[in-house]
């Protein structure tokens, strides 16, 4: 094995090097067979980097940390997060690597990362292995979310490791190529408080902030801009997750980034009937980070994040926490305005509509859609059709349309436009019954599924012939989906 290799990839190492205190250099296992099983082509030129190059024998040691770019220093970043509330110390990546930062045509830093890539020293008592089916889940999902539009680590290739996997059964193994605008975290700051330097801490804030925040290092106090920034970031994403009925399933402070894209697909889901009270995630056993609870759940990590900034906000305790407060206030109606606006839009209505006419007017169709179980993603697809009014409404989207006449009655006097809302009401989704079809027939040793479903979801706003299936809600006997996190 090659410790270095010249490559057209060229990583910087810059959070390994600024941060030495927040990362711990280290090595891939050894993978003697592994198998491409799925490479980001559009990603990979994006970046680029040559997909003949990864599909080498050579780029898959790349893709697999086996052989790293010269230059480059590998780590398992440190991080603590609150878990369902309660405070690990000492989280960090145990089964995942940091390759390295790749310079973007833009100049932007896009972290290169892997998940499944073996056992670090913050693995505890994990094995540091990842399934082909959990990487392949977050490697669609992750891609999905970005044709939504939605901010979000992306996904490069998963590669299988041809090693077993021990769990309820022995599973193949796999590792992800994770690309992100960096892998900083709520947890990474909480760890570096703990650590009680204030040097380090400041350090790391200027980091978050030269990668995701530039404009506000001029600022006055550009550690409150970071926190500001954050929040809005945090608040405009979670509106966007609750427009498409997306469930995270595990929002600890360790999956909040810093960037504000979503990351860590674990026990995700997209609901199919609308629920404000959807749990996917074998062990959210209260509710903690059901589908209504979101907001609340960002809100509370935000604070979280808030609190780690004191020390860097005001030298005076009264004045920093004050400060905090004051910025952790703007949560809750930038949220609002992020996902009014984005009702309204669903809705098919312009900004002639007033936010505070288009939001009450959505909650009541949730309503509605909630008493009668509703599949969420196909109604606001099919109520552009009932825009004219020869509405096939009755006939195929609801079971009881009576209930509906008198909502869909003073939605058509406010003029929605049916070409809008098919530009941001997807057709397709990953939904939970074909993503588990094609995660089986990939395990089976058949990407095709994967790569139908690839297709769809990689376009969700063309429907296309073909893909009807795609599109339709899971048949009846689908049952109760429950999703296995850090498997
Ligand atoms: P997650 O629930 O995936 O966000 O992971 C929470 C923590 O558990 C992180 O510190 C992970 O690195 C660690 N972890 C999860 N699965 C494993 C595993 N199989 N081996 C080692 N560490 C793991
Ligand atoms: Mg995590």
Redesign the pocket.
Known sequence: MSASAQSTMQLRSDFAHSLPELGIPWQAQDIPHPRLLVLNESLTADLGLDASELRSEHGLRLLTGGDVPEGATPVAQA?A?H?FGGY?PR??????LLLGELAGADGALHDVHL??SG??P?????????GVAQMLREYVISEAMHALGIPTTRSLAVVGTGLP?YREAELPGAVLVRVASSHLRVGTFQYAQAMGDTDLLGRLADHAISRHYPEVAEHENPYLGLLQGVISAQASLVAQWMLVGFVHG?M?T??TTISGETI?Y?PCAFMDAFSTSAVYSSIDRGGRYAYGNQPLAAEWNLTRFAETLLPLLHEDEKEAAAMATDALGGFRSQYSAAWSAGARAKMGLGAEVDVDTAAPLMNELLTLLEEHEVDHTSFFRRLSRAVSGDSELKPNLVSDPAAFENWIRRWRQLGPDADLMNRVNPAYIPRNHLVEEALSAAVAGSMEPMHQLLDAVTRPYEERPGLERCAEPAPEDFGAYRTF???
């Open positions: 991080y997060g878990q690990s989280l960090g990546d145990g089964r995942a998940k499944g056992r670090t913050f693995a505890r008592g994990g094995d540091g292995q990842a996997v595990v600890n360790d999956n860590d674990g996190c850090g498997t």
